[in-house]
């Protein structure tokens, strides 16, 4: 038995590159564009390969998350008055990117006043809501530790 070939009986290497040396010699238009364009999405296809073998793997500085300490002594009221305040940040946070993202709507000519008129009612009605059960909470937490003895007696 012969040594098996690489390539197919009709093609040798020899062919192979004398067709693409044929092939650069004619005249072709569109020869050079096809080959430049070949190139850059070849380049494109490595360079993508690249970045992401780069994702990910690179070590990062320490991130330092701050957290915030509570007393724990401190009272159901004292607890639902923070989550009030931190309510009312949430929502001002939340409209500020909302006019944000509304200020993108308009440069892209998208209409959002409709929408954010009925979405807007709705909010209200649901902040509305949740402070309803907070002050409800409060209320009771605060009656709660009225009639609680001070701390430290029976």
Known sequence: MSAMTIF?????PKSALSDLWSYFLEN?????????LSAAMTWVIVWAFIVDANTNTMPRQNKIIYVQ????NRS???????QKIDLAKREAALQGQQRKMQGVADVFGIDWRAE???NSVRRKEALKQINGQLDARLAKAEAMEKDAPPAGQP
């Open 8 to 12: 197919p009986r009709p093609v040798s």
């Open 28 to 36: 072709r238009a569109h020869k050079w564009p096809l080959l430049g």
């Open 69 to 72: 300490s509570w007393d724990a």
């Open 76 to 82: 159901d009221a004292a607890v639902i008055l923070q």
């Open 116 to 118: 954010e008129a009925r």
